[in-house]
Each structure stands twice: as structure tokens, then as C-alpha cells.
């Protein structure tokens, strides 16, 4: 394969309701009066506001495959993109402190 090349790709992806992302940050902004990561705490205002919406992510604290379960906005976690492809190396996101602990020691 040389770099550059076309392959075709398929899979499955597995979708939210895109008005969930929508109720976290409005539930964030209702308990703290402004936008922070959880994880990092990394506030919005450190970002410019045309980066804001790729920046902040919105993720299951459990797997998708588990979607019964899962019911509203406290299921997700509001986190930067830097936090979200780092707490993917674990299998399982684990909570804020221990996610914290392991990353600044
Ligand atoms: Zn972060």
C-alpha cells in the first residue's frame, strides 16, 4: 500500500441523540454558571468561542452497547478532546479522581 491510497471502509457506529450533548452543557451551565471540562477542568473562556464546539465533547460514562441503560444527562461526561482519546486507552472510563490521579500523579 502506498501513502495516500483509497480503502474502502465499513462499519457500525453507534449513535447518541444528538439532543443529549445539547442538555449536558446546558446542565453544566445550570450547576456552575459556566462551561468546565470534568476531567481536566479546563474552563471554555480558554478557548475561542469558534473552537468551543469542537473542543468540548460529550461522552457515555458507560459503553454505548449498554444504551438501555443509559437515560440522561448525568450518564455523560463533558470533557476536552485530549481527555476523551486519553480515557479511551482504558477499557472502562473511570471516574473523574482516578482518571486525575493517573495522569498527574
Ligand atoms: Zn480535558
Same mark, same amino acid.
Request: with cysteine.
Given at each position: 500500500m502506498s501513502e495516500g491510497e483509497k480503502k474502502l471502509l465499513q462499519h457500525f457506529k453507534r449513535e447518541r441523540r444528538p439532543q443529549l450533548r445539547d442538555m449536558k452543557l446546558k446542565s453544566v451551565m445550570r450547576e456552575?454558571? %459556566?462551561l468546565q471540562l470534568e476531567y481536566c477542568g479546563t474552563a471554555a473562556e480558554a /478557548? #475561542? #468561542? @469558534?473552537?468551543r464546539k469542537s473542543v468540548f465533547e460529550v461522552d457515555n460514562r458507560r459503553l454505548l452497547s @449498554? +444504551?438501555?441503560t443509559i437515560n440522561g444527562v448525568d450518564d455523560l +461526561? %463533558?470533557? !476536552? +478532546?485530549? !481527555?476523551h482519546r486519553t480515557i479511551h486507552v482504558d477499557a @472502562?472510563? #473511570?471516574a473523574v479522581d482516578v482518571f486525575c490521579r493517573?495522569? /498527574?500523579g
Amino acid at each position: 500500500m502506498s501513502e495516500g491510497e483509497k480503502k474502502l471502509l465499513q462499519h457500525f457506529k453507534r449513535e447518541r441523540r444528538p439532543q443529549l450533548r445539547d442538555m449536558k452543557l446546558k446542565s453544566v451551565m445550570r450547576e456552575l454558571g %459556566f462551561l468546565q471540562l470534568e476531567y481536566c477542568g479546563t474552563a471554555a473562556e480558554a /478557548h #475561542p #468561542p @469558534e473552537y468551543r464546539k469542537s473542543v468540548f465533547e460529550v461522552d457515555n460514562r458507560r459503553l454505548l452497547s @449498554e +444504551a438501555s441503560t443509559i437515560n440522561g444527562v448525568d450518564d455523560l +461526561a %463533558f470533557l !476536552c +478532546a485530549n !481527555c476523551h482519546r486519553t480515557i479511551h486507552v482504558d477499557a @472502562e472510563m #473511570p471516574a473523574v479522581d482516578v482518571f486525575c490521579r493517573k495522569l /498527574h500523579g
